[in-house]
């Protein structure tokens, strides 16, 4: 896992101001060049599909296990990985030494086999409305660039289905069918 520090953001509602996700950004390592496959295939997200838009990146399983969701004091975390943590979740998280809390943001880290976010109070309930919408299937996660800087490596977004306004999804599908267009004419 590491720090996402590049083309990090919190994505939101542009009617409401509401947040709706995260692209956990990147940074120039290896770890953020090899995919997600490992996540895609834990989480149930077909890593070869006719589908487009959020449904291609919508979780399908959800295990407790590979999860850690802990609020300690100031703090709140949301971690996973693509094996189970086990029993012992309270040390594990002092593991992850990439996720260093920033009381100014959200700080975040991810790999081709695992994801994180550390948030101050202000984002609480975000990351709690993460790790629900995850226990409900509720998630589409994907590869996707900064609205700042297309150039730089992607991030590891993380958008709540449910609260994500229907011009968002709308432009999703129609990119990827824009992408499928020049890939079917390319062969």
């Not at 060049?33 to 997200?45: A, D």
């Not at 996973?80 to 920033?102: M, Y």
Request: charged letters at 25%.
């Amino acid at each position: 896992m590491r720090r996402g520090i590049f083309g990090k953001e919190l994505i939101k509602d542009f009617a409401t101001g509401e947040l709706v996700g995260i692209n956990l950004g990147s940074n120039f390592c290896a770890e953020h060049e090899y995919g997600i496959q490992p996540i895609q295939e834990t989480l149930g997200i077909p890593t070869i599909t006719r589908k487009a838009g959020v449904k291609a990146r919508q979780i399908t399983k959800f295990k407790a296990e590979n999860f850690i969701y802990k609020i300690n004091g100031y703090y709140s975390y949301l971690i996973f990985q693509i094996w189970p943590f086990g029993d012992d979740k309270n040390c594990r998280v002092v593991h992850f030494t990439e996720l260093v809390p920033n009381p100014n943001e959200i700080s975040t880290a991810w790999s081709s086999t695992d994801f994180g976010l550390v948030a101050p109070k202000p984002y609480k309930d975000f990351v709690k409305e993460l790790w629900c919408a995850f226990q409900e299937k509720d998630i589409a996660l994907g590869l996707g660039k900064s609205s700042a800087n297309p150039f730089i490596n992607p991030g590891l977004v993380i958008l709540i289905i449910s609260k994500a306004p229907l011009e968002m999804i709308a432009a999703i599908e129609h990119e990827d069918m824009l992408l499928e267009g020049v890939k079917s004419k390319t062969k």
